[in-house]
T-cell receptor, first 112, second 114 residues
């Protein structure tokens, strides 16, 4: 399915450390989008990586995409307490449906 | 440029009542989707509106209905509310004209059914 599956489900690190979250999916994609959700809030778009891209950076975020393995990773460097949130990957299928199917996400806790 | 805006932010309804949630898409976007997110879960796709018509629908009963207006704004209606309808309802917008465009979400409407 188009659903993204995040791993691990939960991650706890100290401030200043790096956090890596992984995403796997099963179908061909047009792009893959990562989102952050703070507790009780809406989804904030972090980064979009297209199927012909292998790596993309945005500030302290680094996203990789391996379409041969149908996987993506999100790396947050030098994490801060404010990075504490749930992170979701959302594969966008090749059919341009505008529809995203989410997994349960990775819950990241950054301890000060 | 305002992003996706939703109203109300919080509301409490009684079982059996009806509720209407509203969404204004990001400027330039013509496609609106609605998602339901229960506590501890990822968002679940309810349906999508494009050109004032429902284009896709997830696995939700007919109690969930919607509408899109000529200005691309949208409403989500839920009839005969159940306790299990308590959730965060998220609106998302994009432009299908640009294939694979970024999808933006609003802050959501928290619905509590008592």
């Amino acid at each position: 399915s188009q659903q993204g599956e995040e791993d691990p489900q939960a991650l706890s690190i100290q401030e200043g450390e790096n956090a890596t979250m992984n995403c796997s999916y099963k179908t061909s994609i047009n792009n893959l989008q990562w989102y952050r959700q703070n507790s009780g809030r809406g989804l904030v778009h972090l980064i979009l990586i297209r199927s012909n891209e292998r790596e993309k950076h945005s500030g302290r975020l680094r996203v990789t995409l391996d379409t041969s393995k149908k996987s993506s990773s999100l790396l947050i460097t030098a994490s801060r307490a404010a990075d504490t949130a749930s992170y979701f990957c959302a594969p966008y299928g090749s059919g341009n449906t505008g529809k995203l199917i989410f997994g349960q996400g990775t819950t990241l806790q950054v301890k000060p | 440029d305002a992003g996706v805006t939703q109203s109300p932010t919080h509301l409490i309804k009684t079982r059996g009542q009806q509720v209407t949630l509203r969404c204004s898409p990001k400027s330039g976007h013509d496609t609106v989707s609605w998602y339901q997110q229960a506590l501890g879960q990822g968002p679940q796709f309810i349906f999508q509106y494009y050109e004032e018509e429902e284009r896709q629908r997830g696995n939700f009963p007919d109690r969930f209905s919607g509408h899109q207006f000529p200005n691309y704004s949208s409403e989500l209606n839920v009839n005969a509310l159940l306790l299990g309808d308590s959730a965060l309802y998220l609106c998302a917008s994009t432009s299908l004209f640009y294939s694979g465009n970024t999808i933006y979400f609003g802050e959501g409407s928290w619905l509590t059914v008592v």
